[in-house]
């Protein structure tokens, strides 16, 4: 099991040539996951209304945030160079229905349900189901050619930090992915609540926060100096970002696959912060890919 917690880690690709196709594949440590799932297992049946269309709000990208980027195709997508302070890509899509009915015959009822293609090939699903796994598969296939890692999971809930502390570091805190060499990640909500996104003009680093360091620094126990950084960088706190007042968090929406950018040694823009939604008692689960 991976967790987005005090020591998590994720292996990944970093970022290739449109044109690459790594035989082997390299691997890099990013810490801090937003990612956390399980393998795959099954619970008694859970049935859940999908939300009627006519209550969902159409999405609409922020118009007034220079940090994103509407992309109209995958390849546009993989290629597109962060820069300029653009840290997010979007490509906008309307996918089909059926993935609710996915979710309902999936039947999963705690956690996270990890989700593979034969899996989804065995789901008994009607015509607008097939046409939903159709879209999953895919677009499994689509990151996995560009050489990366997906993961679908069936999400009810991501385990929390047991003992929080000054800063939480679970993935229903504000957030940046990082890394060791360049990367980037993927991510698609394709069924349920959908990630959320701070500008990073309206988030202030939790270890600046003054009371928040003194915090750490008791807990530390020491001065602070490179050793204190060096601990707070171990323990992810350094990834983790409070709103400020008048913050205006942005939805990622339904079906739309993003690519954000992570903290890595030079990166050209500053990571794009996020969060995963609140779990809300009665809400059918969320469908997430991510890479």
Not at 137 to 146: G, N, Q, S
Not at 206 to 213: G, H, L
Not at 278 to 288: M, S, W
């Amino acid at each position: 099991m991976w967790l987005l917690a005090l020591t998590a880690v994720k292996v990944l690709n970093p970022i290739l040539p449109s044109s690459t196709a790594p035989d082997t594949e390299p691997q890099i440590a990013k810490r801090c996951s937003p990612s956390p799932f399980q393998p795959s297992f099954f619970r008694r049946l859970r049935y859940y209304r999908p939300l009627p269309t006519s209550r969902m709000s159409p999405f609409i990208l922020p118009s007034d945030n220079p940090r994103i980027k509407r992309v109209h195709s995958f390849d546009e997508l993989v290629t597109t160079r962060f820069a300029a302070g653009v840290n997010a890509l979007c490509w906008q899509r309307e996918l089909p229905d059926g993935f609710g009915e996915v979710v309902t015959t999936l039947g999963a009822d705690e956690g996270i349900t990890s989700l593979d293609e034969p899996i989804l090939q065995a789901l008994v699903v009607g015509a607008t189901g097939r046409a939903a796994v159709a879209v999953l598969i895919a677009d499994l296939r689509l990151l996995r050619d560009r050489g990366l890692s997906p993961v679908l999971d069936c999400i009810l809930g991501y385990p929390r930090d047991d003992e929080p502390g000054p800063v939480p570091t679970d993935v229903y805190s504000f957030h940046a992915d990082s890394a060791t060499v360049e990367a980037d990640t993927y991510l698609c909500t394709y069924y349920g609540a959908t990630s959320e996104g701070l500008r990073n003009e309206e988030a202030q680093q939790r270890v600046t926060i003054p009371s928040t360091r003194v915090e750490l620094l008791t807990q530390f126990g020491g001065a602070d100096n490179g050793e204190f950084q060096e601990y707070l960088k171990e323990n992810c706190y350094d990834l983790h970002y409070a709103a400020l007042p008048a913050a205006r968090p942005f939805e990622f929406g339904v079906g739309n696959l993003w690519r954000i950018a992570i903290d890595y040694p030079g990166s050209p823009v500053p990571p794009c912060i996020h969060r995963a939604p609140e779990n809300i008692p009665g809400q059918p689960p969320r469908l997430l890919l991510i890479s």
